[in-house]
């Protein structure tokens, strides 16, 4: 089955960098776009980017610009995020893409609790 | 970007009852290009409905969603006892949004 495994909690102070791992297991890794989607407390869900992992290209949400980096290698995806602010505190999911891509999320990692705090 | 609001933020319900959620855009949604999501605490989030009617693999039929536009609803026609969790809408005929969520609970 489809399996997606995320990296542990973690702490950051303010300005610091984060990067968090989601290895995928259960499928075909090169043959499903992968999303990076957070969740702040007491809010709903946001999208933040996508990445193909054929090629490595991708796009982000204009709200990350200049902060977000996505990359990939054999089976596991990774999300930088930069210049952290107390707001980035947040979980943090990985998602597959249903389609080609189709922008539905038909299998969720864990989470990752990002905790942004002096 | 299309702002999805959702109602009730709070609905409180009997297990076998009919459950209602709404989800309504600020602009319309092309080609039904909605999706509901159930996420439960701890857990990971479960894709239900996508193209705004059609079950995800090995959703049960009690789940349905319908809607096109700006309106669309989803309805747990019996709840069971596992049903009861936090559920959202997402868009993504433009750059994807979520709605806020709708809480399922016990009453």
């Known amino acids: 089955q489809v399996q997606l495994v995320q990296s542990g909690a973690e702490v950051k102070k303010p300005g610091a960098s984060v990067k968090i791992s989601c290895k995928a297991s259960g499928y075909t890794f090169s043959n499903y776009y992968m999303h990076w989607v957070r969740q702040a407390p007491g809010q709903g869900p946001e999208w933040m980017g996508i990445i193909n992992p054929n090629y490595g290209n991708t796009n982000h949400a204009q709200k990350f610009q200049g902060r977000v980096t996505m990359t990939r290698d054999t089976s596991t995806v990774y999300m930088e995020l930069s210049d952290l602010r107390s707001e980035d505190t947040a979980v943090y999911y990985c998602?597959?893409?249903?389609?080609?891509?189709?922008?539905?999320?038909?299998?969720w990692g864990q989470g990752t609790l990002v905790t942004v705090s002096t | 970007e299309i702002v999805l609001t959702q109602s009730p933020g709070t609905l409180s319900l009997s297990p076998g009852e009919r459950a209602t959620l709404s989800c309504r855009a600020s602009q319309s949604v092309s080609r039904t290009y909605l999706a509901w999501y159930q996420h439960k605490p701890g857990q990971a989030p479960r894709l239900l409905i996508y193209?705004?009617?059609t079950r995800a693999t090995g959703i049960p039929d009690r789940f349905s969603g319908s809607g096109s536009g700006t309106d669309f609803t989803l309805t747990i026609s019996r709840l069971e006892p596992e049903d009861f969790a936090v559920y959202y809408c997402q868009q993504y005929g433009t750059s994807p949004t979520f709605g806020g969520g709708t809480k399922v609970q016990i009453k």
């Open positions: 193209d705004a009617s």
């Open positions: 998602a597959r893409d249903k389609g080609f891509p189709a922008y539905i999320f038909d299998s």
